[in-house]
């Protein structure tokens, strides 16, 4: 299914703030395909890697994923990188005027 033109994502706007808003003291917008969230996330769990399956594998960090209501763990795994990659830079929550957002992990 492929979203597009502006009133696709003010609906999908409209939803997640209903979504965020279910919740006292919680809200979120979206603006632009970017959901931003008005509280922090919580603090990274301490993950346990164990041994890499294999050879050239690399560890993605776990992170905290907003569910439209609350943050909620996925939990880090070993992944072989994409052809002609190597490195994996971790996705990351930011903070700006407009509240906490998302930036992607990939592939370097």
Do not use: C, K, Q
């Amino acid at each position: 299914m492929r979203y597009s033109g502006p009133w696709t994502w003010m609906i999908v706007g409209t939803l997640l703030g209903v979504a965020g808003s279910a919740i006292p003291g919680v809200e979120s917008t979206a603006e632009a395909g970017v959901v931003y969230v008005v509280r922090a996330p919580p603090p990274d769990r301490v993950e346990v890697r164990g041994e890499p399956p294999g050879p050239g594998v690399v560890w993605v960090p776990g992170y905290w994923a907003w569910n439209g209501a609350d943050f909620t763990w996925t939990p880090g795994m070993w992944r072989a990188p994409e052809p002609g990659f190597r490195t994996w830079v971790p996705g990351h929550w930011r903070h700006d005027r407009r509240g906490w957002f998302w930036m992607e992990g990939h592939w370097r």
